[in-house]
């Protein structure tokens, strides 16, 4: 059977419709995960570093952060950098409803500094972005916070003694010698530039002065020195209290110190 013109003429028509159909349109967060999302930010803790990536080309544009601040209001610190040279990545800062509080400096050199007054400590997102189609790259995210001190340790009732029968005169405290060590803990720490700043429950009272050197011990109950965890103690601002420096890459989970009383 022989089409008639008409049908051809349909065809024709129906054919080239098809042909210059448009192509479905780009979406650079196609393949983010659930933390292309604010929904599904991921957990940031405060003075803690995280590495992650992002790539504009691979439709992976977006990493959402989530971050818990608690104390006084202060300033949040976030600094973002990057392996790629040739790469740019954004950094915005979002309130608990996702209102804009601070948004991304001007393409940077591989690193880019944001400084957030926060009046109401509580959540936080942190947005980090590839912008352009050739915006790939590795990097590194810390967002420093003054957290507040940790709370006195509770006092136990002491016991009286029985008065002895002879008086006895007070013997003087010896100082402790040089090389013996005292152990405690960092309550906070945060990168400044090459370092990491930490933040040690001892103090004068525990014979700590500046200048005494000491190493971050590795694991919870670890005895071991961790790798490249050694310190030197920089400041005692207050009897349980002193500030030291160290050029550790990460503290992680490692809370726990070792300080040599030194002379």
């Known amino acids: 059977m022989m089409m008639t013109k008409r049908v051809r003429w349909c065809l024709t028509l129906l054919l080239a419709g098809c042909a210059h159909a448009p192509a479905p349109a780009y979406q650079p967060d196609a393949r983010s995960g659930p933390d292309g999302q604010r929904s599904g930010a991921k957990i940031l803790q405060p003075n803690q570093t995280v590495t992650d990536d992002v790539s504009n080309a691979d439709q992976d544009m977006t990493d959402w952060w989530k971050i818990e601040l608690i104390g006084k209001p202060g300033v949040l610190a976030t600094q973002v950098r990057w392996d790629n040279g040739n790469a740019d990545i954004n950094v915005d800062i979002f309130d608990t409803a996702g209102e804009p509080l601070s948004t991304s400096p001007p393409r940077g050199s591989k690193e880019k500094k944001v400084l957030t007054q926060i009046d109401r ?97 590795s694991g919870a109950t670890g005895e071991d020195p961790l790798d490249g965890g050694n310190f030197k103690i920089v400041g005692v601002p207050a009897p349980n209290r002193s500030i030291a420096k160290s050029s550790v890459h990460a503290v992680g989970k490692n809370n726990r110190v070792s300080i040599t009383l030194s002379r």
């Open 121 to 217: 400590p509580g959540t936080i997102y942190i947005r980090v972005t590839a912008p352009t189609r050739t915006d790939a790259t590795v990097y590194t995210l810390v967002a420093n916070w003054d957290l507040p001190p940790p709370p006195p340790p509770e006092e136990k009732p002491v016991k009286k003694k029985r008065t002895p029968r002879e008086p006895r005169e007070p013997k003087p405290v010896a100082e402790k010698p040089a090389g013996d060590t005292v152990q405690g803990r960092i309550v906070s720490a945060y990168r400044e530039g090459p370092q990491m700043v930490l933040y040690i429950d001892k103090g004068s009272a525990a014979g700590v002065r500046p200048g005494m050197s000491g190493s971050i011990l």
